[in-house]
């Protein structure tokens, strides 16, 4: 099967600040502290699939917690019984994301181009969370509204956006 390994956040800050300084201006670091990644509890994720498209699933993240926390900039996004991850798109999203108490975040995941692809393979359950070996929450094909199964072949997600309808521009769905 051709999924491609995880992305890991590296832990050197020089890299860390250049990350910072690509970041998307909605969420550019301000100065001040930077907040501690979210803890599991404080933030809640939901997925579904985008409603015409079967293939992309969206994701969402809200920050349920009393005070702003961070989330890496890309979710991790894999797939029951498979071995890998979804890549970015663009490449190199590693880097913290602020998330504000009560904002939400979105995301577009493409599973796979054409279902009738012959090597496509199929997922039990596709799971999203915040850091590449940290929790995250499962959800079902039934749940996903992909059918019995989710079709995977060369999956890719975007960054975390402020919206659904930037979600889908950054995966090329819409344009505007």
């Known amino acids: 099967m051709r999924i491609r390994a995880a992305i890991a956040v590296p832990a050197a800050s020089a890299a860390a ?8 201006p909605a969420h550019a670091a301000t100065a001040g502290p930077r907040p501690a990644p979210c803890v599991q509890g404080a933030l809640k994720l ?33 797939f029951g019984g498979l071995d890998g991850a979804a890549l970015p798109l663009p490449a ?18 493409r599973t796979i181009v054409r279902t009738s692809d012959p090597q496509a393979r ?32 060369e999956p890719v997600t975007t960054w975390w956006q402020p919206s659904p309808a ?11």
């Open 46 to 78: 939901r997925a579904s699939t985008v409603p015409g498209r079967p293939t992309v699933v969206r994701v969402s993240a809200t920050n349920v917690g009393g005070r702003a926390c961070a989330v890496d900039r890309v979710p991790l996004v894999t």
């Open 17 to 24: 600040a250049a990350l910072l300084l690509t970041a998307p």
């Open 122 to 153: 199929r997922a039990r359950s596709v799971t999203v969370g915040d850091w590449a070996g940290r929790w995250g929450r499962v959800f079902t094909p039934a749940r996903l509204g992909t059918g019995p199964q989710v079709s995977v072949w």
């Open 166 to 176: 930037a979600a889908d521009r950054a995966l090329g769905l819409s344009r505007g």
């Open 92 to 109: 190199g999203g590693t880097g913290r994301l602020r998330l504000a108490a009560g904002e939400t975040v979105h995301a577009d995941v």
